[in-house]
């Protein structure tokens, strides 16, 4: 019967080691090169996708100019969801210019219901996304505040664009879906208004407010402290911003 000497026994259980070490190095960096190249392909299809999606509402914003059909509240309002999907504050601040000069000139259509973005707010099934998905644009506004500064131009013009964007959709006077008919809807898009100032108290909406105070004296005006819900702009620079 052949035996293995002490020595060749020693080996051959040292190579086996061995092998088994190599085995599990090679499955380890395999299973490192799977996880390297998923995060490399979610990358990839994420980048290729905000991408797109950019490319889609540069688009619309072309094809949105002054001289074509106004587009229904329901087109703004998917537009706008593909744009806070991918927003970042830098890169997007022109896109998000725009949409709320789109938004805003829906609000003004006359007696096209289906134009007038807050018109959302009275659909059963988008009332709830409408809700969230204003709350995020006026707190990206007010983001844009925080960083504007009115000694320049373009700057103040964004500005008035921003604080209109808040007046608009904390106060319900303007909306003309609540004009003739539509009265009995005010309690109800006033209970949305107080919802939406709520959420952007809770964020600090009123430092926002406190900064363009202390810009311009005559801008900001609300009432006292422990009725924050209501609030207004100052008409007389608020107007003569708006004419110029």
């Known amino acids: 019967m052949f035996t ?4 060749s026994r020693a080996w051959f259980i040292d190579r086996a080691r061995q092998a088994r070490e190599e085995r599990l190095v090679q499955k380890e960096r395999e299973r490192a090169a799977v996880v390297i190249q998923a995060h490399v392909r979610s990358f990839l299809c994420r980048s290729r996708l905000q991408r797109d999606i950019r490319r889609e509402i540069d688009d619309f914003f072309k094809a949105d100019d002054p001289g ?4 229904s509240a329901l087109c703004v309002f998917k537009i706008a969801r593909k744009l806070l999907f991918v927003f970042r504050i830098k890169e997007d601040n022109e896109r998000f210019e725009k949409l709320c000069r789109s938004i805003l000139s829906s609000m ?10 807050v018109s ?9 996304l409408w809700i969230k998905q204003i709350k995020s644009i006026l707190w990206y506004c007010c ?14 013009r964004l500005i008035t664009l921003y604080l209109t964007m808040l007046v608009t959709f904390t106060d319900t006077s303007t909306w003309k879906i609540l004009r003739g008919k ?6 109800a898009m006033n ?6 100032m709520g959420h952007l108290n809770q964020h600090g909406f009123y430092s926002v407010l406190q900064r363009c105070d202390g810009l ?4 900001v005006s609300h009432t006292p402290r422990n009725n924050p819900v209501r609030w207004s702009v100052g008409r007389s620079w608020y107007d003569w911003q708006l004419s110029h």
């Open 68 to 71: 074509s059909t106004k587009r």
């Open 4 to 7: 293995l000497s002490q020595t």
């Open 108 to 117: 003004d259509a006359e007696n096209e219901p289906k134009v007038w973005y």
């Open 191 to 196: 209970h949305i208004c107080a919802n939406i």
């Open 120 to 128: 959302l707010a009275c659909s059963k099934d988008l009332t709830l």
């Open 182 to 187: 539509g009265e009995s809807l005010r309690p």
């Open 143 to 156: 983001d844009f505040l925080k960083q504007l500064k009115p000694e320049i131009l373009q700057d103040s």
């Open 216 to 219: 311009f004296p005559d801008l």
